[in-house]
């Protein structure tokens, strides 16, 4: 194997640390719009959940299956820290998502994860271990820049319900402090960039169809086609200006630049910032 000498554009403060930390949410009293009291946000980020546990087992595979070659040592201690932190998010969302079959949406919850897992069985078997590799560095740019919209904008944690706010601020934290790990693994191994742009994209394209395809089936779950006018106000908090989604284009579009590095945006800030109010209980 070619390893790429290209030189870094950026990397990781050494401030931010990616430490593993097992969590043990409950769960109780979940309201079934827990986000802003509003169905198409509450399931676009239950579609989002659906895809974790299966997915962040992908990304840690691929992601072990290179580990070898790297030897500096710190960086070995940053792939245990990443592979840890993944692990622990599968299995809080798994709870998660078993939380959300007893709220009466077992058919979309249970179908959901049967079709996350069919898909990434394709993507095993069809992609390269290079080409996976490639996958789980795009898709962790995705889930860096939704966790910082998230951390960025403490309005929007404020509407998140209190019964679930910690687990989705403390993936997003873990998101941000692991979130060069497999792009820099990938930098090292390869760094073709075609391959990781039209990965990129293609790995993009299945998680749109795939978190549209089930917060549909979730909003139908409620027959919200019968109140269009409640899907509408919905869908304008996700895609209008200022909503979930916009304002991370800018930040989706930076992974096309050849020299792109997630580091490039240091928000390590954030990190401390979140760390503090989650230690405080009841705080955050
Ligand atoms: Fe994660
Ligand atoms: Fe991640």
Known sequence: MVLNTRKKTASKPVHVQITPQRQDFGFA???RYWFDNDPVLSHFLNALSLTFPDGERMFVDSVREFRDTV????RQQEISGFIGQEAMHSLEHDS????????????EAEGGQALAQKFIAIGRKRLSKLQQLAATAG???????????????????EKIDPSVRDLWAWHAIEETEHKGVAYDLYQDVSGDYATRVRIFLSASFALASYTTTYTAAFLK???????????????WKLFGINGL??????????????????????????????RQILDQPAAA
């Open 29 to 31: 009293d979940v309201p």
């Open 71 to 74: 030897t500096d040592k710190a």
């Open 96 to 107: 998660f998502n078993r939380m959300l079959a007893t709220q009466g949406y077992k058919e």
């Open 139 to 157: 898709l962790e740019h995705i889930t860096a820049i939704l966790a910082h919209r998230l951390l960025s904008d403490p309005a929007l944690l």
């Open 221 to 235: 779950h409620d027959k919200m086609h019968r109140r269009p006018l409640k899907v509408a106000k919905g869908l």
């Open 245 to 274: 989604l916009l304002p991370v284009i800018p930040e989706y579009l930076q992974y096309l630049r050849p020299d792109f590095h997630p580091w490039q945006h240091d928000n390590s800030a954030l990190i401390n910032e979140w």
